[in-house]
């Protein structure tokens, strides 16, 4: 009897460790509350939120976005270099898509000097979502620089470079980033 091999398709596996995917999915559910929550408010309330948006500086938003956006390809290509072996170029990578994530905090500590320092504060609805938002996501991108930290710390030691390490902070570090697209189109965009 003729028996016919039925190739099977390599095994796949999930980046990361499932606890990250989990960590992930709840802050997107989070995040999610939030922007519904924002969103009823603006309906409720267009001019008083369109006049505030008004002094957004949108350039700024614009250069945030490119900052973490660019971050996130260096996290990435730190993946690819860890998977590889190549731990040194990994450790430069992480370095520069962490220094994308200084730069990010130090433009929005910028931008809300900037915009506390003409009156718009937490007084006005649509700046009191603007930095509850906006804060809590800059302390993720906080966690997020001590995720790669940690990468940093593993990749340098012999003993410990797994690359699952690497991969679940690049998941986290992605989702910030994703947060902040989200965010800068309600915030800075939407009209």
Same mark, same amino acid.
Do not use: C
């Given at each position: 009897?003729?028996?016919?091999?039925?190739?099977?398709?390599?095994?796949?596996?999930?980046?990361?460790?499932?606890?990250?995917?989990?960590?992930?999915?709840?802050?997107?559910?989070?995040?999610?509350?939030?922007?519904?929550?924002?969103?009823?408010?603006?309906?409720?309330?267009?001019?008083?939120?369109?006049?505030?948006?008004?002094?957004?500086? +949108?350039? /700024? %938003?614009? *250069?945030?976005?490119? =900052?973490?956006?660019?971050?996130?390809?260096?996290?990435? $290509?730190?993946?690819?270099?860890?998977?590889?072996g190549n731990?040194?170029?990994?450790?430069?990578?992480?370095?520069?898509?962490?220094?994308?994530?200084?730069?990010?905090?130090?433009?929005?500590g910028y931008?809300?000097?900037?915009?506390?320092?003409?009156?718009?504060?937490?007084?006005?609805?649509?700046?009191?979502?603007?930095?509850?938002?906006?804060?809590?996501?800059?302390?993720? +991108?906080? /966690? %997020?620089? *001590?995720?790669?930290? =940690?990468?940093?710390?593993?990749?340098?030691?012999?003993? $410990?470079?797994?690359?699952?390490?690497?991969?679940?902070?690049?998941?986290?570090?992605?989702?910030?980033?994703?947060?902040?697209?989200?965010?800068?189109?309600?915030?800075?965009?939407?009209?």
């Amino acid at each position: 009897m003729l028996q016919l091999e039925v190739p099977t398709a390599p095994r796949t596996r999930l980046p990361g460790d499932g606890h990250i995917w989990v960590m992930v999915l709840g802050d997107l559910v989070i995040f999610t509350g939030y922007f519904i929550i924002f969103m009823v408010y603006r309906t409720m309330n267009p001019a008083e939120f369109l006049a505030a948006q008004q002094h957004l500086n +949108v350039n /700024i %938003g614009v *250069i945030n976005t490119v =900052v973490l956006l660019t971050s996130s390809w260096f996290v990435a $290509r730190s993946v690819l270099a860890a998977r590889a072996g190549n731990h040194r170029s990994a450790v430069r990578f992480v370095y520069l898509g962490a220094a994308g994530g200084v730069l990010f905090m130090v433009l929005k500590g910028y931008e809300w000097a900037a915009k506390i320092s003409t009156g718009n504060t937490n007084s006005d609805l649509f700046f009191s979502f603007y930095y509850v938002i906006t804060g809590v996501h800059l302390v993720h +991108v906080l /966690i %997020g620089l *001590i995720a790669l930290g =940690v990468v940093v710390r593993e990749l340098g030691n012999p003993g $410990r470079r797994r690359p699952v390490v690497v991969e679940s902070a690049a998941i986290y570090w992605h989702m910030v980033d994703l947060l902040w697209v989200i965010i800068f189109g309600l915030l800075y965009v939407m009209r």
